[in-house]
């Protein structure tokens, strides 16, 4: 395995709390579009106990090398050197935590059919980089969630479960 950054603390696990309230309240498949040492796990593991569709692509060579070991029969683990192949499908949740920075709009966008997009990083000063603000507008409902660096949910279904 290469290697692997792994930066600890609250700030980059922002998005723990909110995959797991929307794993438990929903049922269909899940995408994760960038691993990472929290959310590949903890997904990884909520899955485990019903079977659930989960696929995970990544495109850093150490973060796919680290995301191998959780492959199963249902979660998939694929490796992608382009981002515009990324197969388009509607998941009940996406978590878009990937790179390059300025991509994540663009899968956002890509992705907005599903049922709950998770968007870590969305803190105010960090728009000049991911640009969220562009996207916003695409959803009708948006949740924050702040302890440390801020993650969001996007949809267009009701939010209200998570206040």
């Known amino acids: 395995m290469g290697s692997l950054t ?3 603390g609250k700030n980059w696990t922002s998005h723990m709390p909110l995959l797991i309230k929307l794993v ?10 960038g691993s990472g040492p929290y959310s590949t796990p903890i997904l990884h593991w909520l899955c485990s106990f019903t079977g659930r569709k989960l696929i995970t692509y990544e495109n850093v060579k150490s973060y796919y ?19 515009e ?3 388009v499908e509607k ?3 996406v978590m878009i935590d990937h790179e390059p920075s300025e991509r994540r709009v ?12 998770i968007v870590h990083d969305t803190e ?14 695409l959803f009708k409902n948006r949740f924050d969630f702040v ?4 993650t969001s949910v996007l949809s267009n279904k009701d939010l209200s479960f998570l206040k």
């Open 106 to 117: 663009v899968d956002i966008e890509r992705f907005k059919n599903s049922d709950y997009l």
């Open 65 to 83: 090398d680290f995301a191998k070991q959780f492959q199963s029969r249902y979660h998939s683990i694929r490796f992608i050197e382009n981002w």
């Open 91 to 93: 998941y009940s949740i």
């Open 24 to 33: 438990e309240r929903t049922e269909g498949p899940i995408l994760e579009i």
């Open 124 to 137: 105010d000063k960090m728009d000049y980089l991911y640009g969220f603000s562009k996207i916003y507008h």
């Open 85 to 87: 192949y990324l197969p």
């Open 147 to 150: 302890s440390g660096n801020r």
């Open 6 to 8: 792994i930066r600890t």
